[in-house]
C-alpha cells in the first residue's frame, strides 16, 4: 500500500478517535447543564411558593404574551 495513503488512514483513525470523545464529553456536559438548569427553575418555583397547579397556570397565563413578544422579534 502507498506509504501516503497509510498516514492519512492513521490520521483519519486518530482524528475518528478524538471526535468520539469530544462527542462524549459534548453529551455529558449538555446532560450537566440540563440538570443544572433544572435545578434552578425548581428554586425558583419553590422560592415562589407555587404548587403544580398554579404553576401551570402562570405559564399558561404567560405563553400567549411570549407569543406576542416573538411575532415582534422579542423574547
Do not use: C, F, W
Not at 502507498?2 to 478517535?17: F, G, L, R, V
Not at 403544580?52 to 399558561?60: N, Y
Request: hydrophobic residues 40%.
Amino acid at each position: 500500500m502507498n506509504p501516503k495513503i497509510k498516514k492519512i488512514n492513521a490520521e483519519y483513525e486518530k482524528n475518528a478517535a478524538k471526535i468520539a470523545e469530544l462527542q462524549g464529553r459534548q453529551a455529558e456536559l449538555d446532560k450537566q447543564r440540563t440538570e443544572l438548569e433544572n435545578l434552578d427553575i425548581i428554586g425558583l418555583v419553590r422560592g415562589m411558593g407555587l404548587d403544580p397547579d398554579q404553576l401551570a397556570a402562570l405559564i399558561r397565563a404567560a405563553r400567549p404574551v411570549a407569543q406576542e413578544d416573538s411575532h415582534h422579534g422579542e423574547m
